[in-house]
């Protein structure tokens, strides 16, 4: 497959859809795959007529089945630290993004796979996929930040299960657990995840990019400072046009579209 096809980009209706495409490999993760995925991370990120990015994988098997195993057995260790930086850094990059960035579960999420999916603001989950960390089974470790992430979706107790044991979970167990926000028909996963992310960008766009900075940065800070950023925020919120009409418009009992301003 000309290396061009490896992730996949295309926009619709304000979204951008990237998809993970090596279905052969259950969409493994390689070193071209990371670095393709960046790129069209940049491009949703600079273009203006992207809203949200919907990331899912080709196939009905797998969103992706983690780090290339196949590569990690024959990589020298810089060429392996280089490959999680590399993934580190994408990882990042959709945490950061400032746009509405959601996973649309298409099958297993395991390993980096699952880390991606972590990385992302929500996930909608078809009723077959399966996560979870099973790194240790191959002498491997979750290090693109899923020991950082999992423990702040789940909890340190459940992480450290799943991430010491490399069991995986169901949709639904994943679901119990609050990784997974939705666990869909397989022939829904598009609409359904396409259908949260509308509702996402229906509200006031200034406040929902600072609502997921304050969660993201404030999960980093003391509560006290988490707190006092919320509160920065929202000071900074009322300095736009949308929290003026939007306020009018529940004073007088009209309905409101916002402008993002
Ligand atoms: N990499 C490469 N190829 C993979 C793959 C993977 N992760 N997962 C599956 N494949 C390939 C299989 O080799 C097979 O290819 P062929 O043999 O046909 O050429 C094809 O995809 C179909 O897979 P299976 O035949 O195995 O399909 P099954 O239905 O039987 O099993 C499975 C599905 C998902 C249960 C199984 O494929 C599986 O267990 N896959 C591996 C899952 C896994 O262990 N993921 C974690 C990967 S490690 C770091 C260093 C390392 C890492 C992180 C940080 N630092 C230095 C900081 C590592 C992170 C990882 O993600």
């Known amino acids: 497959m000309p290396s061009k096809d490896i992730v996949l980009f295309r926009v619709k209706s304000r979204i951008a859809w990237i998809t993970l495409n090596r279905p052969e490999a259950l969409n493994a993760l390689s070193k071209e795959v990371l670095q393709q995925l960046s790129s069209m991370l940049d491009k949703a990120k600079t273009d203006a007529t992207v809203k949200a990015v919907i990331i899912t994988g080709a196939g009905d098997k797998a969103f992706s089945a983690g780090a290339d195993i196949k590569y990690l057995n024959q990589a020298t260790p ?26 649309a579960i298409n099958g297993y999420a395991l390993g980096g796979g699952l880390e991606m999916a972590e990385a992302c603001m929500l996930r909608v989950a078809v009723r077959h996929a399966r996560l979870g960390h099973p790194e240790v089974r191959i002498g491997a470790f979750a290090g693109f930040g899923g020991t950082t992430r999992l423990p702040r979706l789940i909890g340190k107790g459940r992480a450290a299960e799943y ?3 490399g069991n995986l979970m ?19 996963l598009h609409q359904e995840a396409e259908a949260l992310v ?5 509200q006031a766009p200034v406040a929902v990019s600072m609502t997921w900075e304050a969660i993201h940065r404030g999960l980093n800070l003391t ?39």
Do not use: H, W
């Open 198 to 202: 509308l509702e996402i960008l229906a």
């Open 223 to 261: 509560l006290e400072e988490s707190a006092l950023l919320g509160a920065d925020y929202f000071g900074l919120v009322a300095s736009t046009e949308d929290f003026r009409a939007g306020t009018k418009s529940f004073v007088e009992k009209t309905s409101q579209v916002f402008s993002g301003k």
């Open 163 to 165: 991430l010491l044991t």
């Open 170 to 188: 169901s949709a639904e167990e994943a679901q119990q657990m609050g990784l997974v926000n939705r666990v869909v028909a397989a022939d829904k």
């Open 78 to 103: 810089l060429e392996v630290r280089e490959l999680a930086q590399l993934a580190v850094t994408v990882n990042n990059k959709i945490e950061t993004l400032g746009k509405v960035v959601v996973a």
